[in-house]
């Protein structure tokens, strides 16, 4: 395949996605709308551009990765967007966590250009992306994703095509349904190991290898107990995405009493400034719930 990409969005996830495509050997010309995050890329071999429409207009495959909804379709549908320069039989991976239903307007749109869609979100948080480790799951039609296959296959190691468009950001919400459901036992638990006296980090080993095992368990846990708050994964986006799924929820007429509950939690930590902090920043929330300070 052509290995041009024109590549938006380089933040937390972005920048080390376009790095891992220009060590696999793509030509890769970046845009963010705040100019300095394009040097590392740059640095590195990417072209920058000033516009989407620009990063657009000479590749194959334009990625975008964004933060919420209406920033894909500024990016894709807006003025100086990708659609004004898009190449017929081009594909934009919209790689962003976004509505289904707005990825698959944006997908009709692209058609009636000549070009295709793949909506394919991702988990494995900033080290994932910067390992290249990142699970995507893609909606698209089967031949276009076999196409993008090995694009994809330079980010990302559990790679899933799931279904039509919408698909892909579908599966995304059921991930963030487990994701922080996880996250929430993990942190309820703390709070009964700290409260029991027992060493906080000798229980995360002894249970981390067995039935009680998640990601969360082994990654968010010891930074919990570390106070360290950086994010991996911001609260702001995954409220954000807590909200896609409450909406999705509710278009289909079923209710998530325990998800929704941790949305709870999460909007009034965001209301309290902790936004940017990282998702294991729950513990707090919890914190303030039960009156135990979780800290080795």
């Keep these: 395949m052509d290995k041009t990409i024109g590549f938006i969005g380089l933040g937390i996830m972005g920048k080390p996605m376009s790095l891992n495509l220009l060590k696999a050997g793509f030509n890769v010309t970046v845009y963010n709308r705040t100019e300095s995050k394009t040097t590392e890329p740059v640095l590195h071999g990417a072209k920058k551009a000033h516009t989407p429409a620009e990063a657009a207009a000479d590749s194959s495959v334009i990625i975008t990765i964004v933060s919420d909804t209406p920033d894909v379709e500024s990016v894709i549908l807006g ?119 027992v060493d906080l980090e000798k229980t995360i080993d002894a249970v981390k290898g067995g039935a009680a095992g998640s990601w969360q368990l082994a990654n968010l846990a010891p930074r919990i107990i570390e106070r360290d708050f950086r994010p991996g994964f911001m609260i702001d986006l995954l409220v954000k995405d807590l909200n896609l799924v409450t909406g999705s929820a509710g278009e289909m007429g079923i209710d998530l009493p325990v998800t929704s509950r941790i949305k709870e939690m999460y909007e009034k930590l965001q209301a309290e400034g902790e936004g940017k902090n990282g998702t294991q920043a729950l513990i707090k929330a919890l914190e303030k719930i039960t009156g135990v300070h979780v800290e080795k």
């Design 79 to 197: 003025e100086n967007g990708v659609i004004e320069s898009i190449k017929p039989d081009s594909v934009v991976i919209d790689m962003s966590t976004i509505s289904p239903e707005a990825t698959r307007k944006i997908a009709s749109r692209l058609k009636e250009k000549g070009a295709y869609m793949l909506d394919a979100p991702v988990s494995g948080g900033e080290q994932g992306a910067i390992d290249g480790t990142l699970s995507i799951m893609t909606g698209g039609e089967a031949m276009i994703f076999e196409r993008c296959l090995p694009v994809l296959q330079a980010m990302g190691k559990n790679i899933i095509h799931v279904g039509t468009n919408g698909m892909g950001q579908t599966v995304k919400l059921v991930n963030q349904i487990l994701v922080t459901g996880t996250l929430n036992s993990v942190a309820e638990a703390l709070i009964f190991a700290q409260k029991s006296g």
